[in-house]
């Protein structure tokens, strides 16, 4: 994840000579059934889960059955991905916009993909107003790596009462990505699970292909994310700091309040 460098410093009027860590980046190309398809840059970990879920995210892939063949030549940074139907065109897929996260958008649901692959989050789940300041307390805490380079983004998953999975990169669609590859490659039921992260629309759409009713961020999130919750049934607990929060949209998953 990162390596030390020596960089120098300037503190208080001075300057000195000192390690540090910094964040390691590494492009992976995604050949999908025999053409060139993306260059993911990315951490160089848990590589499958990225492009499974990239490509899960996509919607271009709905379960672990429609991967046929993966095979990855790290020396190279390629990945090749077969899948058993043939997949859109990738035309379709390049025509994306520039957005605040650095890198591939869409117009506005905007993308009539979108109104297609995803569906209203119908999961039941409760979680209590305790255990969501718990989770996001563990959450900001277990960071080991952006304590030491502060240059990662972060995304988990947890049930109502510990985290299951978190994955970091240097960006946070990445950090979402895997979640879902993780999700789909273990056929994780969702229905009754919570999302960790930073909310922009972009990022609910994503969240709303992996199915978890909730999405809890130390930050606040944008009006048309809230917009887009109430559209797909999520509930969004948001500003998440000490022993406070708010809720943006379907307070009822939230016990106790």
Known sequence: MFETKKIRKYRNGTSFIEDDSVVIEKP??????????????????????????????????????????YFHRDSQGVVWVETVNPTPQIETFLCRNFTSCCGKGRPSLYYINDQNQVSPVTGSAEFSAKSILELMGKFETSSDTFRRTGGVHSAGLADDSDIIIRYEDIGRHNALDRIMGYTFLNRIDTSDKAVLLRISSEMLIKAARIGAPLLLSRSAPTVLAVD?????????????RGDSFNVYSHSDRITRL
């Open 28 to 69: 992976i190309t995604v050949m999908l059934n025999g053409e060139e398809f993306a260059t993911l840059v990315c951490s160089p970990i848990s590589e499958k889960e990225l492009v499974i879920g990239f490509l899960a995210g996509e919607g271009l892939i709905k379960n672990p059955d429609d991967i046929r063949d």
């Open 228 to 240: 887009f919750a109430e559209e797909f049934g999520i509930t969004i607990a948001g500003f998440i």
